[in-house]
């Protein structure tokens, strides 16, 4: 198990337990203490626990996500693969928002070299996004939320409701058949809500995992959506009642 993978793991248990031993987790990860408090530390860092005498406890809030520089190491070749199909989708000309989030990143890095007029709804999109010179790149103002560089409040929702976008691509915390598409903070699915009542084409890109969680906000219904990007974790079922409804579906 590479440290990446054990960090995983570690996460996991702390979000499951509240709580956990570096000589429990020594023997469970079959690696040595020392490794076990160098990946504690390192998570400490991101801010998903604090350290405390033998172990360490969770920093999260019920249902909180995990620091960016975590969420972007997570299932990065998927999310690669889905930025691609989803930069292919879009057509040289169009006007579009790249929502904020790691699978927003993936996309807006894919947007390379495209004629393409761009709102990119993350400092870190945007940054990407600066450097193109095809790319006609529209910022939309507003406050930045600490650790994650998402574009949010009132400014930000106005800038984007006074214009008209060919796409949305969307990201999301969390999706399902009954619950919709959410979000884990109020203020981004605020945004992103505003983003997709801009467009005229919503195109959700979620890695699979994402069926099997439900956040806090709700952003939309599954009805409102046109095109669903996503990866072969994703459930049977789910996929089979997106088609069902209309959507457009894509597997990678």
Known sequence: MDGADRRREIVERIRRDGRVAVTE????????????RRDLD???????LLRI??????????????????RELDGADAKERIAEVAASLVRDGEAIVVDSGTTGLAVAR??????LTVMPLSLQAATVLSGEASISLLLPGGSTRFGEGSLVGP???????SLRFDTVVLTCCGVSVAGGVTAHDLQEAAVKRAAVKAASRTMLV???????RTALAVVCQLDEVDVVITDEDAPRNAISALEGMGIEVHIV
């Open 25 to 36: 987790l020594s023997l469970q990860l079959e690696t040595s203490e020392v490794t076990v």
């Open 42 to 48: 390192v998570l400490a860092e991101s801010g998903v």
């Open 53 to 70: 005498r033998g172990g360490a406890v969770s920093q999260l809030k019920r249902g909180e996500e995990l620091p960016f520089s975590m």
């Open 110 to 115: 894919a947007l390379g070299g495209r004629r």
């Open 155 to 161: 400014l930000t929702e106005a800038n984007i409701a």
């Open 206 to 212: 979620a890695e699979g995992a994402k069926f099997a």
